[in-house]
């Protein structure tokens, strides 16, 4: 991946992209307090739907505003910082709702740890190249991470409810839902290591240098 010196963007803080990412992190409180609600509360199955069809309205909106923002030539330096944090915030939430709510558990946790540590680690080293005034473009890789976390992710809030729903539907009694939702947490655990090293490997020289 290369690092290299850009023009900068507009703002456009008020662009319908950015109005869209706005609504992701909008969501965030929303999904929190149903998976609150379901766990701690002890409230019915249904806040745990109410949260995965919030949760899922929030992850669509991540194609949509890169997808707007590239077709209507409404790139800005705002949504370009702003879409990252979106997903960083959606993403660490559930994570730790799940966590507490033990669908995630036992060794998947160090999967959670693995992509928590990575994006803290990788958002430190966007701030500091920031102030050296050199951008850290996503690469295609990292983008397809992001998608296998919030699919992966969404397997696992519908958790014991998709598993009791598949049950009763194709009457198996293997928990299909959250098996696929840790695979798949593995899987983008693994690729969250190798973009990780992949940024710090491209920001060394920055690093070194200064």
């Not at 997903?87 to 709510?101: E, G, I, Q, T």
């Amino acid at each position: 991946m290369d690092i290299a010196t850009s023009r900068p963007l507009p703002a456009r803080p008020y662009s319908l992209p950015n109005l869209l990412t706005y609504g992701r992190i909008a969501a965030v409180p929303l999904v929190v307090a149903c998976m609150y609600g379901q766990i701690i509360l002890e409230g019915g199955v249904w806040l745990r739907w109410v949260a995965l069809a919030l949760y899922v309205t929030a992850a669509v909106t991540d194609f949509f505003d890169g997808w707007l923002a590239r077709s209507w030539g409404q790139q800005s330096s705002f949504g370009r910082m702003l879409d990252p944090i979106a997903d960083k915030l959606l993403v660490s939430s559930c994570l730790l709702m799940l966590a507490a709510d033990h669908t995630i558990y036992g060794w998947s946790l160090w999967a959670a740890i693995i992509i928590l540590c990575r994006e803290i680690l990788v958002s430190g080293l966007r701030e500091y190249l920031a102030e050296l005034r050199v951008p850290v473009p996503v690469t295609r890789l990292a983008k397809w991470k992001t998608v296998l976390q919030l699919v992966a992710i969404g397997f696992l809030l519908a958790g014991d409810a998709g598993d009791d729903w598949v049950a009763s539907t194709a009457y198996l009694g293997f928990p299909v839902v959250t098996f696929t939702g840790l695979t798949l947490l593995w899987v983008s655990a693994l690729l969250t290591l190798y973009t990780g090293y992949d940024y710090f490997r491209a920001g060394l020289h920055h690093l070194i240098d200064e």
